[in-house]
Structure formats: C-alpha cells, structure tokens
C-alpha cells in the first residue's frame, strides 16, 4: 500500500486549506481500517486531525471539529482534508495515513500558512 499526499504548499491566513492524498495497493472501501490525516508542525509531535472510514464515516479531533472536512472520491481512491480559517498556527506537515497500525504512510507535505 502507497499513500501520496498532495496540495498546495503555501495558503494564506483565513483561507481554507486543501489537500489530497491518493491511495494506492488498497481501498478506500474494502480496508478494515481507517485513513487518517495527521500533522506536525514545527518543533512539536504528531497530531491527529481526523479519518475517514471504510463506509464513508468520519471522525474529527474535537480541537479542530469546527474547521476540518475528510471526504473522499472512491472512484478515484483518493480521500482530501479541507481544514478552514487556517493561521500560522496550522503551519506543518500533512500526513495521510492508513493500516491498522498506522503503518502506511505518505511522505508527507509541507504546508506554510503566510500572507
């Protein structure tokens, strides 16, 4: 299994954050597992933000509930992170992850929230 995040590495404050992760070697549909995005912005630990699962459910951090969106295109096996009013705060990494042990993991995306 591959996962490959991608987006836009710069995005301006208040503006919504967009990104896309593509899996590859596995289903978004079939998995016993859900895919999850996670970050690490600088100089601190991983963060989960939130996940999508196997029938399309989704689960938020409830420190970002009111900002984030998972959804995905399973015709493309592709699931997208949108996360809105971003600061410099949510400057980071952007991980999509799967496996039931977290064990797939993409190579990860910066994303600098700067006007």
């Known amino acids: 299994v591959q996962v490959q995040e991608s987006g836009p590495g710069l995005v301006k404050p208040s503006q919504t954050l967009s990104l896309t992760c593509t899996v590859s070697?596995?289903?978004?549909?079939?998995?016993?597992?859900?895919w999850d995005w996670i970050r690490q912005a600088p100089g601190k630990g991983l963060e989960w933000m939130g996940a999508?699962?196997?029938?399309?459910?989704?689960y938020y951090s409830p420190s970002l509930e009111s900002r984030i969106f998972i959804s995905r295109d399973t015709s493309k096996n592709q699931f997208f992170l949108q996360l809105s009013s971003v600061t410099p705060e949510d400057t980071a990494v952007y991980y999509c992850?799967?496996?039931?042990?977290?064990?797939?993991w993409g190579q990860g995306t910066q994303v600098t929230v700067s006007s």
């Open positions: 070697g596995g289903s978004l549909t079939t998995t016993d597992y859900a």
């Open positions: 999508i699962g196997r029938t399309g459910n989704t």
């Open positions: 992850v799967g496996g039931v042990t977290y064990n797939y």
